[in-house]
T-cell receptor, first 114, second 116 residues
Framework: GAVVSQHPSRVICKSGTSVKIECRSLDFQATTMFWYRQFPKQSLMLMAT?????????EQGVEKDKFLINHASLTLSTLTVTSAHPEDSSFYIC??????????FGPGTRLTVT | GDSVTQMEGPVTLSEEACLTI???????????LFWYVQYPGEGLQLLLK?????DKGSNKGFEATYRKETTSFHLEKGSVQVSDSAVYFCALSDIVLTGGGNKLTFGTGTQLKVEL
């Protein structure tokens, strides 16, 4: 079946630094990928839609200059959290659509900003 | 806009008890409906899906029927196990409006705890 990977699975960084999270579709191509943020005991909040070869589409209230998304190839999308602050600490999840309207989710990246 | 409402948890059941997690939705197009499961420390996994009215999705003993008349997609299992303990998310994808982009709208999730 289709597999989506994320790297790293966990990252701890200092306030003010930037962190890059990778999302890869391992055995299929994805012209679109989605980035979600999940707070403890809450649902997934869609942050942005990553489009291969073009600019990402951000949801209302998501700062595009803070959460930089690059979809450079049909199998890779990256999310860079710039100038991270403790309030950016969260669980970030990506997904990519496969056949039959299914979304395949990555295992998530736990970001902790100290 | 699209929205999904599901019952709040946590739901605590004894092993072999019956499970129902309610889910209702609002959508302006013709959505596909999904249940995703998130086990502790893991990412989301698709549990089951239904793409049109009256379809029944099923997997691992779980079932849900797409009810257009009541805009519902309740998750059911006749006999739960300890290993079913997880968070369950109801979601919809409105293909018509998103042009096949498959953007998902999630409910808030329901935590299920199954005890011996």
């Amino acid at each position: 079946g289709a597999v989506v990977s994320q790297h790293p699975s966990r990252v701890i960084c200092k306030s003010g630094t930037s962190v890059k999270i990778e999302c890869r579709s391992l055995d299929f191509q994805a012209t679109t990928m989605f980035w979600y943020r999940q707070f403890p005991k809450q649902s997934l909040m869609l942050m942005a839609t990553s489009n291969e070869g073009s600019k990402a589409t951000y949801e209302q209230g998501v700062e595009k200059d803070k959460f930089l998304i690059n979809h450079a190839s049909l199998t890779l999308s990256t999310l860079t959290v710039t100038s991270a602050h403790p309030e950016d600490s969260s669980f970030y999840i990506c997904s990519a659509p496969g056949p039959n309207y299914e979304q395949y989710f990555g295992p998530g990246t736990r970001l902790t900003v100290t | 806009g699209d929205s999904v409402t599901q019952m709040e948890g946590p739901v605590t059941l004894s092993e072999e008890a019956c499970l129902t997690i309610n889910c209702t939705y609002t959508a302006t197009g013709y959505p596909s409906l999904f249940w995703y499961v998130q086990y502790p420390g893991e990412g989301l996994q698709l549990l089951l899906k239904a793409t049109k009215a009256d379809d029944k999705g099923s997997n691992k003993g779980f079932e849900a029927t797409y009810r257009k008349e009541t805009t519902s997609f309740h998750l059911e299992k006749g006999s739960v196990q300890v290993s079913d303990s997880a968070v369950y998310f109801c979601a919809l994808s409105d293909i018509v409006l998103t042009g096949g982009g498959n953007k998902l709208t999630f409910g808030t999730g329901t935590q299920l705890k199954v005890e011996l």
